[in-house]
T-cell receptor, first 112, second 113 residues
Framework: ELKVEQNPLFLSMQEGKNYTIYCNYSTTSDRLYWYRQDPGKSLESLFVLLSNGAVKQEGRLMASLDTKARLSTLHITAAVHDLSATYFCAVDMQGGSEKLVFGKGTKLTVNP | NAGVTQTPKFRVLKTGQSMTLLCAQDMNHEYMYWYRQDPGMGLRLIHYSVGEGTTAKGEVPDGYNVSRLKKQNFLLGLESAAPSQTSVYFC????????????FGPGTRLTVL
C-alpha cells in the first residue's frame, strides 16, 4: 500500500525567508504532483514531476523529485504573504494505476 | 471551457435523506474521481471511473454510490445520509494514461444534521 507523508504539516514563516516542504512516499513511483489549496477553495495544480531528477519552478516555488530516495521537495524562496495556502503532494501508483495518493497537506502561513 | 463543475455548491440534509451530487467536465477526460476532504484527513478517494459506464471503489466507498452514464458526467449518490458524511466533496478529472494530473471542481459543502 502506497503511503505519502508530508512534513511539516503546519509551517509558519516570515516574509522574505526560505523554507522547504518534504514529501516522502513508500513505494516505487516516478510521477509526483503538487497542488495548492487556498482556504475554502479547490485544489489547483502547481507542478507535475515525471522523472527522477525533475525540477520545476514557478515564481518563488521550486519542486524537485528524487525517485531513488522516494522524496520530493517544494522549496519556497523569499516567501510572501500570497503564498499562504495548504500544499499537497500526490503520488501516482506505478504499474498502471489510475489513482493518486495524496499527502495530508502542509498548511503554510506567511507572516508580514 | 468551464473545466470541472459541481452542483450544488452547498447542501444541508437531515439524517436519512438522500441526494445526488453532479460533476461535469468539458475537457473530454476519460478518468473522473470523487473525493471527500475532512480536517486533518487530507483527501480521501470515494469512487472513481476510468471511462463511460465503468466505476470502481476507492478508499472510503461505504455509504456512497456512483454512476457514469455519460463520459462528461459523474454522479455521486448518498442513499441515506449520516452525520459522518458531513464533509467537503471534490470531483476531479484527468486525461492521459501516463500522466494523471487531476483537475478539480470547486467543491460541494455538505452538512448532515
Amino acid at each position: 500500500e502506497l503511503k505519502v507523508e508530508q512534513n511539516p504539516l503546519f509551517l509558519s514563516m516570515q516574509e522574505g525567508k526560505n523554507y522547504t516542504i518534504y514529501c516522502n512516499y513508500s513505494t516505487t513511483s516516478d510521477r509526483l504532483y503538487w497542488y495548492r489549496q487556498d482556504p475554502g477553495k479547490s485544489l489547483e495544480s502547481l507542478f507535475v514531476l515525471l522523472s527522477n531528477g525533475a525540477v520545476k519552478q514557478e515564481g518563488r516555488l521550486m519542486a524537485s523529485l528524487d525517485t531513488k530516495a522516494r522524496l520530493s521537495t517544494l522549496h519556497i524562496t523569499a516567501a510572501v504573504h500570497d503564498l499562504s495556502a495548504t500544499y499537497f503532494c500526490a503520488v501516482d501508483m506505478q504499474g498502471g494505476s489510475e489513482k493518486l495518493v495524496f499527502g495530508k497537506g502542509t498548511k503554510l502561513t506567511v507572516n508580514p | 471551457n468551464a473545466g470541472v463543475t459541481q452542483t450544488p455548491k452547498f447542501r444541508v440534509l437531515k439524517t436519512g435523506q438522500s441526494m445526488t451530487l453532479l460533476c461535469a467536465q468539458d475537457m473530454n477526460h476519460e478518468y473522473m474521481y470523487w473525493y471527500r476532504q475532512d480536517p486533518g484527513m487530507g483527501l480521501r478517494l470515494i469512487h472513481y471511473s476510468v471511462g463511460e459506464g465503468t466505476t470502481a471503489k476507492g478508499e472510503v466507498p461505504d455509504g456512497y454510490n456512483v454512476s457514469r452514464l455519460k463520459k462528461q458526467n459523474f454522479l455521486l449518490g448518498l442513499e441515506s445520509a449520516a452525520p459522518s458524511q458531513t464533509s467537503v466533496y471534490f470531483c476531479a478529472s484527468s486525461y492521459t494514461i501516463r500522466v494523471h494530473e487531476q483537475f478539480f471542481g470547486p467543491g460541494t459543502r455538505l452538512t448532515v444534521l
